[in-house]
């Protein structure tokens, strides 16, 4: 609270003496800025807004990080590949991280296979605009159809192997 407080002050002062950065002069920079300073979003709202953009991202980085370490944990073969890798990575990339992570595909592997089999969404949700038939069964069009995406990343053959 103090913290949005703080950046709103922040902006209005900046406004006040004529810019910021990126911004021409007398305007805020960044869309909730622009919005407050027009008068289309309410402080309270942008307090709603940037409380769930950070706690949809906490949600969308930490809870699949978990799992990769999580995975990790349970095969020390691929966490020793993935390490390794990484270090010469970062080694021949002289500190660029960038460069370090195009040289490190078992890292973007283990992310890929990580939300395969952990995924951020748990459903998705269509609505058909015409009657279908799936499986022999009739979906009117506008019901809602819903698709558990856990399963999706797994095989019925296999055992969910990472």
């Not at 406004?15 to 869309?31: L, P």
């Not at 283990?110 to 990580?114: A, D």
């Given at each position: 609270e103090?913290?949005?407080?703080?950046g709103v002050q922040r902006l209005r002062s900046t406004?006040?003496?004529?810019?910021?950065?990126?911004?021409?002069?007398?305007?805020?920079?960044?869309?909730l800025g622009q919005l407050l300073d027009k008068g289309q979003l309410s402080l309270e709202l942008i307090?709603?807004?940037i409380t769930e953009l950070m706690a949809?991202?906490?949600?969308?980085?930490?809870?699949?990080?978990?799992?990769?370490?999580?995975?990790?944990?349970?095969?020390?073969?691929?966490?020793?590949?993935?390490?390794?890798?990484?270090?010469?990575?970062w080694a021949r990339a002289g500190g660029d991280a960038h460069k370090a992570l195009q040289g490190a595909p078992l890292l973007k592997g283990?992310?890929?296979?990580?939300l395969r089999l952990y995924p951020v969404g748990i459903t998705v949700q269509r609505?058909?605009?015409?009657?279908?038939?799936?499986q022999n069964y009739h979906i009117p069009?506008?019901?809602?159809?819903q698709a558990c995406l856990y399963p999706l990343g797994r095989s019925v053959l296999g055992?969910?192997?990472?």
């Open positions: 103090k913290r949005i407080q703080r406004q006040a003496a004529g810019g910021g950065s990126g911004g021409t002069e007398g305007e805020f920079t960044g869309i307090r709603a807004n949809g991202g906490v949600d969308t980085t930490a809870v699949p990080l978990q799992f990769a370490l999580y995975e990790l944990g349970r095969n020390p073969a691929v966490q020793e590949q993935v390490r390794g890798q990484v270090r010469a990575a283990l992310v890929k296979e990580t609505y058909p605009v015409r009657d279908i038939i799936i069009a506008g019901t809602c159809v055992s969910g192997t990472f």
